[in-house]
């Protein structure tokens, strides 16, 4: 016990750990409990700041109240009142402008800078107005806050320090329990010693040895051959249970066959998965699998008609990120590629995409023409690269479905016709829009785009029927993003585009 109790006072030394014993009631006959002096200081830091944060609450009242008396007599300026008059027109123009374009409209920004110059001098005259009782409010307000604030900066690095404290007094309190464990040991065969000697010495000792302990030869368990048949065997039956479970949890579209027989609809083509970011730097090499797969598609479509390759036709999917962008931009490229006239006009007014492939800037294009702009020909681009035409979706408008819903769509188609030979339409995703039920009733053909383990077979059931609902001639099904490592169907025909230099003689 002695030894113990120096110990733990050489650590408590050591650590710099310090305690006084206070008592919790005014009852001097109350039990005293061990308290550390930062515990102590916490506690009167704390008060304080509770004093301070009540000085900067009536500081900060009075300061409102300073501010309310200045801004009424502010109120009462001929000056503040023509200003405030003018910023409210101001919001009026502005309000009536958001109604059509977007925050980012150069006259919509040329107005807000107005207004926000307006609240600056309406500011600056109220506050020489108000003057000098707002300074003497604010000046007190100033004082407290920065007493408070000085006083959470001390409150925090005090708890700081007693955390560290605690941590420290822990090896602390481990020895101040065995000082304990050690007092009560001492402390009980000390009341057996003096009962020994009152009774009149110790009893004869009864125990015997009966039989030595003999160490084993071998382990009695466990037994490893048969704890690893066992979990081999219980490892294979949940390994089971598991794969058949997610069978029945997963219902997207895995493979090729999957996706004829969820759409009903003739399988166009496949295409394969990328490691490239952008996909659309594939489908512009000719010699990618992307390139050869949406060849194949365009074939396909060669022969969804008795006329060929529909004039106008749309790429949509179920829900966004399935690759119904990359798909229109490559079967209109494809198209290009054969001596084809063809054009892709972004209809995702929502979340417009083409501009992005082609690397340009989201400029005039479909929602100005659905607006009222008949000059087609003035939004039309062409890509660097391969010089595709192509129009963007133009300014992002508040009514899309509205646009969408017009003949105007017919009228662009019909302008377009004019000059190319197919237009390929970017629809939006048909699940929770009604934007691609729209636009599916104006084009001849509908190509629809499923991702490889994406969307859910009940999803794109429900927005086949949509599309189906709306008249929509569906030409067949593409499935997107299909990992070809991971099933035997895929486009690696190894066509042999790696040709080095021929060499003299070869």
Do not use: W
Not at 222 to 233: G, Q, V
Not at 255 to 280: K, S
Not at 291 to 297: D, I, K, Q, R, T
Not at 438 to 450: D, F, R, T
């Amino acid at each position: 016990m002695e030894e113990a109790e120096r110990e733990m006072m050489s650590y408590a030394e050591r650590q710099g750990i310090l305690t006084i014993a206070q008592s919790d009631s005014s009852d001097p006959k109350a039990p005293t409990v061990e308290r550390s002096i930062m515990a102590t200081d916490l506690v009167a830091l704390n008060d304080a700041l509770n004093r301070a944060v009540i000085e900067r609450i009536a500081a900060e009242g009075a300061l409102k109240a300073a501010t309310g008396q200045a801004t009424a007599v502010a109120d009462g300026s001929s000056s503040v009142t023509a200003m405030r008059q003018r910023k409210a027109d101001l919001q009026s123009e502005y309000a009536k402008l958001m109604v059509i374009f977007q925050p980012d409209y150069p006259p919509a920004q040329a107005l807000d800078r107005q207004i926000k110059e307006l609240d600056r001098a309406i500011t600056t005259e109220s506050n020489q107005v108000g003057g000098s009782s707002v300074a003497a409010a604010r000046s007190a307000y100033d004082a407290a806050l920065a007493r408070e604030q000085e006083l959470r900066s001390r409150v925090a690095g005090t708890k700081t320090n007693l955390v560290d404290e605690r941590r420290r007094s822990v090896q602390y309190g481990i020895l101040q329990r065995e000082v304990d464990t050690n007092r009560e040991l001492y402390d009980g065969l000390l009341q057996r010693y003096k009962e020994v000697g009152i009774a009149g010495g110790v009893g004869t000792n009864n125990v015997a040895i009966v039989d030595r302990a003999l160490t084993p030869g071998s382990p009695s368990s466990p037994n490893l051959i048969s704890n690893m048949f066992t979990a081999l065997l219980v490892g294979l039956a949940l390994a089971a249970l598991l794969t058949i479970i997610l069978a029945q949890i997963d219902t997207t579209v895995r493979d090729p066959a999957e996706a004829q027989d969820v759409t009903e609809l003739p399988l166009l083509g496949v295409i394969p998965d990328t490691d490239n970011e952008l996909a659309i730097e594939e489908v512009r090499d000719r010699k990618s699998s992307q390139s050869e797969a949406y060849l194949s598609v365009q074939t396909a479509l060669r022969f969804s008609t008795t006329t060929g390759v529909p004039k106008s036709l749309m790429c949509t999917s179920t829900r966004k990120g399935e690759g119904k962008s990359t798909s229109s931009y490559a079967l209109a490229l494809s198209l290009h590629r054969i001596g084809r006239t063809a054009i892709v006009v972004d209809c995702d007014l929502r979340s417009p995409s083409v501009h992005r492939l082609a690397g340009v800037a989201n400029g005039a294009g479909t929602s100005n023409f659905l607006s009222g702009n008949n000059d087609i020909l003035s939004m039309v681009h062409h890509d660097e690269s391969d010089g595709l035409a192509f129009i963007t979706a133009g300014p992002m408008p508040p009514n899309a479905a509205e646009l969408l819903s017009s003949d105007r769509i017919a009228d662009l188609i019909a302008a377009l016709s004019q000059h190319y030979q197919h237009i390929v339409l970017d629809a939006p995703p048909v699940l929770g829009l009604a934007d691609s039920p729209l636009l599916a009733s104006k084009v001849e053909g509908v190509v629809y785009c499923v991702e490889a383990e994406g969307a859910r077979t009940n999803a794109i059931r429900y927005s086949l029927a949509r599309l189906r609902a709306a008249g929509a001639t569906l030409l067949g099904v593409v499935l997107t993003k299909f990992d070809e490592k991971r099933a035997y169907y895929g486009y690696g025909y190894e066509y042999g585009y790696g040709y080095a230099d021929a060499q003299p003689g070869e």
